[in-house]
């Protein structure tokens, strides 16, 4: 059995051959030495690597034990899910066993007991790693297929999800979406993602218990029908936008939204021949090595690209430590048959003595200087090496040279600086009365107002006088018959007028009050 896998998934067409040795030791007439080539690992069965989740909790049948029925034989609900009991259980594990004896094993979810709620299930599928699907996905669902569904993938480990594909027995009404083939997309649209109605029909649960994501059919748009042009489809993989990563997943999540029935409508007599059964989930795709790796291995729980041309990374998605003296790259399957292996570099071996910290790709040679330097420096570096930070920005020192996140912008506050570079420690150089590491805060006796200005007023030294009050540090609001920044005038001495008035509203003792009032009141408005 185990050699029939490994032989079926030899004949898949994208492990054949292609891409498959990183290196080979080859005689020149320079003597002997490595030569290098793109290269991808083969094809595997990705179930042997998934962990699964399955949603909501409560979903899967047999706690409490729980009696089904079938299409077939819907009157006849002998049919027992008990979790307790090996030979009845049906745990999530069941999707990714190896059926050796033919017999069936499945999980199962709990019956459709609270119809017209409805039935939902999610079952999520991780790898902790990027996989490029190379064949079709294919799920195998007993006693029939869902009505609707949905397929989501995540690039993310996770965090985000996208539709993959939609599929239901009827596609305007569950998803307001026409129903669409695979096999009828063209080339510009082969990354289209769509709603077939091709798995979904009842058509017996014994005849037709698979739904597909069609990674075959994509793939013979370009490559024919047997997929005998290959270098066709690596060469659209490689130009082609969005391509790629189109058939690359770290999680697939498959929605469940409402079970087979069997017919057209729900009997809402018989609940209990309502619910989901997958025996198998077959994913096969190969670990995603940025075409720097021909193995990939299950290490620590998760797979792990072996990488070659000094790449290193989950997916070789970096050069290694001290091959950083250009940025590095992906390999390509172009110019076919055998790529470009994009390698990374040691300092000093790619360009002459011009180390650039893997910030350029390029350097120049400058005549009248005599010296070779590092053409647009990257990530905020500048210099012959880019081995300083640009202007407005500082060196990051929990970070490496070489490392993306060396240099840190500044981030002065422009008001409250006088320019917007800073020293090495992200200090910005601040104007008067200004002060913090990006002067955006004031010093004592300064207060903020587009910029620090000093203090007018305050309750220790600038106090407001004759009864004033301090306004923000900005202006003491003064009581009828003061004025000046500290109210410290009278308006009396100042302007016979105004004194002429208050003292003839000072006649009574009403009008001493009234006159406080105003005082108060003027207070707010000015405010
Ligand atoms: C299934 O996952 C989706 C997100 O992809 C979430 O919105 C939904 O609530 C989940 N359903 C269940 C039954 O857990
Ligand atoms: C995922 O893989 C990375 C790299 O191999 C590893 O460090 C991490 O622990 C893994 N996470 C889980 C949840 O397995
Ligand atoms: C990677 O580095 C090693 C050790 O310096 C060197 O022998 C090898 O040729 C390099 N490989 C590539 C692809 O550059
Ligand atoms: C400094 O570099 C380290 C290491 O790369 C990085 O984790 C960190 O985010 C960087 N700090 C900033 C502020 O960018
Ligand atoms: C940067 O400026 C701050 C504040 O003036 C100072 O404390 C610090 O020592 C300076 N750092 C360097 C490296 O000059
Ligand atoms: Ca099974």
Same mark, same amino acid.
């Given at each position: 059995m185990l050699h029939l896998v490994a032989l079926l998934l030899h004949c898949l067409p994208l492990a054949m051959g292609q891409y498959d040795i990183c290196k080979s030791w080859v005689t020149t007439d320079d003597g002997p030495s490595w030569e290098f080539y793109a290269c991808q690992p083969k094809a595997m069965r990705m179930k042997d690597y998934v962990t699964v989740r399955v949603d909501p909790a409560g979903i899967t049948c047999g706690d409490p034990p729980e009696r089904f029925c079938t299409h077939e034989n819907p009157y006849l609900c002998s049919d027992e899910c008990d979790a307790s009991n090996p030979d009845l259980a049906h745990p999530p594990k069941l999707m990714f066993d190896s059926e050796d004896e033919g017999l069936a094993t499945y999980w199962q979810s709990v019956t459709w007991r609270r119809y017209p709620e409805p039935l939902l299930a999610n079952i999520t599928l991780s790898w902790n790693k990027s996989i490029e699907l190379t064949d079709d996905i294919v799920i195998t669902f007993e006693y029939g297929r869902p009505t609707i569904m949905m397929l989501e993938k995540s690039l993310d480990n996770g965090r985000t999800w996208h539709p993959y594909q939609y599929y239901a027995d009827d596609c305007m009404e569950a998803f307001s979406m026409p129903a669409r083939r695979v096999r009828d997309l063209s080339t510009t649209s082969a990354n289209r993602v769509l709603c077939t109605e091709e798995y979904s029909r009842w058509a017996g649960s014994k005849k037709e218990k698979t739904v597909r994501f069609e990674v075959r059919d994509r793939f013979a748009i370009f490559a024919g029908p047997d997929l005998k042009n290959m270098d066709n489809l690596y060469t659209r993989l490689e130009s082609a936008k969005g391509l790629k990563d189109f058939f690359t997943v770290t999680d697939l999540r498959m929605r469940l939204l409402r079970p087979a029935l $069997? $017919?057209?409508?729900?009997?809402r007599e018989n609940l209990y021949k309502y619910f989901y059964a997958v025996s198998n989930i077959e994913v096969t795709g190969r670990c995603k090595c940025n075409l720097h790796a021909n193995l990939c291995t299950f290490k620590e729980g998760s797979l792990q690209c072996e990488c070659e041309h000094n790449t290193t990374g989950q997916d070789c998605g970096k050069c290694k430590k001290n091959f950083r003296s250009r940025s590095w790259r992906a390999g390509s399957y172009l110019p076919l048959p055998n790529g470009s292996p994009n390698a990374c570099a040691a300092a000093g071996s790619a360009f002459g003595n011009c180390e650039c910290y893997g910030h350029s790709n390029r350097c120049s040679y400058i005549d009248f200087l005599n010296v070779v330097t590092c053409v647009s420096c990257k990530h905020n570096t500048r210099g012959q090496h880019c081995q300083h930070c640009r202007l407005g920005f500082y060196r990051n020192s929990s970070a490496e040279l070489d490392d993306e996140n060396v240099c840190i912008e500044c981030n002065c506050n422009q008001i409250g600086s006088m320019h917007d570079r800073c020293n090495e420690t992200g200090y910005c150089e601040c104007k008067e009365g200004a002060t913090g590491p990006k002067c955006d805060d004031c010093l004592p006796n300064y207060y903020w107002r587009q910029g620090c200005f000093p203090n007018v007023c305050d309750d220790e030294l600038l106090l407001c006088q004759n009864g004033g009050t301090c306004y923000q540090n900005q202006r003491c609001v003064c009581p009828v018959g003061f004025k000046g920044v500290l109210c410290q005038q009278s308006r009396c001495e100042a302007d016979k007028k105004d004194c002429d008035g208050a003292a003839s509203v000072h006649g009574s003792l009403g009008a001493v009050l009234l006159g406080a009032l105003a005082l108060q009141l003027r207070g707010w408005v000015d405010l």
């Open positions: $069997g $017919g057209t409508y729900v009997q």
